[in-house]
């Protein structure tokens, strides 16, 4: 069973438009991940925020992590179309090296 | 430098056939893990390899589902007598060290069972 919920399930801005979306867990972390899938691809990492860490940036993205909502947003700013894919956020729990992955929302950019 | 590669990318099986997946990891990586993702689902772990050791297999769903890594880099997951719930994308991913590192994923194997 996965244990991160993300929301929403399907999102569809234009081009040049911000995305956001947000992730939520049940358990304690040592850190989250965002992950990019194109459809038919494997997943492509994005980014990494540890759990003592509040916020990241990498380029277009913005991660924030609040580990007292237990809850994780991904925004992508100034969208292309090439970042049409599906996006999935995963935990690492501490002692533990699996991830555990969201459902994911599948955003697309509308040209 | 070369990423994670699987073979076959695709597989069609029969019901009750035995089929095996190969992961070739990223060269130097220690650990080594199998997840399982269904259509429209986000990857559900199946199994972790640090070097030959297989130390966690509590996400295989079966023991129809069995995996190796007999010398420490290259894995096979293999799945004897498939059933059509076997079919989704098989993910291999390898990962630097022990703890923190990102998992860098292969493109997959996408399995049919027919």
């Known amino acids: 069973s996965q244990q991160g919920e993300e929301d929403p399930q399907a999102l569809s801005i234009q081009e040049g438009e911000n995305a956001t979306m947000n992730c939520s867990y049940k358990?304690?972390?040592?850190?989250l991940q965002w992950y990019r899938q194109n459809s038919g691809r494997g997943l492509v990492h994005l980014i990494l925020?540890?759990?003592?860490?509040r916020e990241k940036h990498s380029g277009r993205l913005r991660v924030t992590l609040d580990t007292s909502k237990k809850s994780s947003s991904l925004l992508i700013t100034a969208s292309r179309a090439a970042d049409t894919a599906s996006y999935f956020c995963a935990t690492r729990r501490q002692g533990a090296q699996k991830l555990v992955f969201g459902q994911g929302t599948r955003l697309t950019i509308n040209p | 430098g070369a990423g994670v590669s699987q073979s076959p990318r695709y597989k069609v099986a029969k019901r009750g056939q035995d089929v095996a997946l190969r992961c070739d990891p990223i060269?130097?990586?220690?650990?080594l893990f199998w997840y399982q993702q269904a259509l429209g689902q986000g990857p559900e772990f199946l199994t972790y390899?640090?070097?030959?050791?297989?130390?966690?297999k509590s996400g295989l769903p079966s023991d129809r589902f069995f995996a190796e890594r007999p010398e420490g880099s290259v894995s096979t997951l293999k799945i004897q007598r498939t059933q059509q719930e076997d079919s989704a994308v098989y993910l291999c991913a390898s990962s630097l060290g022990r703890a923190g590192y990102e998992q860098y994923f292969g493109p997959g194997t996408r399995l049919t069972v027919t």
């Open positions: 060269s130097g990586h220690v650990s």
């Open positions: 358990t304690s972390i040592n850190n």
């Open positions: 925020i540890r759990s003592n860490e």
């Open positions: 390899f640090q070097n030959e050791a297989q130390l966690d």
